[in-house]
C-alpha cells in the first residue's frame, strides 16, 4: 500500500507520458513519479514495520487479522474463533 503527496507538476509528467503508453495501454503513476525524480527531486519516506500487500486477497487478510488482535476489544473473541477454525481444518 502506497501513499503519495505530489506536486501539481505531476500532471505534466503524466500528460507527456501519456504519448509512451505502456504495452497494455495503460498509463502509470510510478512512470510520473520516476520522471519527476529525474527532473527535480522527490522526497521518501522510508517506512519501518511491516509491509502488507492489499492489493492481494491473502495479503488483505492478513493485514485485517493483525490489525484485529492489535484491538484489544476484538482479540479474545478472533483468538477463540480461529483456534475453532483451524482445528476443524
Do not use: H, W
Not at 48 to 56: F, H, P, Q, S
Request: with cysteine; hydrophobic share 35%; net charge negative.
Amino acid at each position: 500500500m502506497g501513499r503519495y503527496v505530489l506536486t501539481p507538476d505531476i500532471f505534466d509528467e503524466l500528460e507527456n507520458l501519456s504519448a509512451k503508453l505502456a504495452p497494455n495501454k495503460e498509463l502509470y503513476l510510478t512512470d510520473g513519479i520516476a520522471r519527476l525524480a529525474e527532473l527535480s527531486g522527490v522526497y521518501a519516506y522510508e517506512f519501518e514495520g511491516r509491509r502488507y500487500d492489499v492489493g492481494d486477497k491473502t495479503g488483505y487478510m492478513q493485514a485485517s487479522v493483525d490489525c484485529a488482535l492489535r484491538d484489544e476489544n476484538v482479540r479474545d473473541k478472533l483468538i477463540v474463533y480461529l483456534k475453532e477454525t483451524v482445528l476443524k481444518n
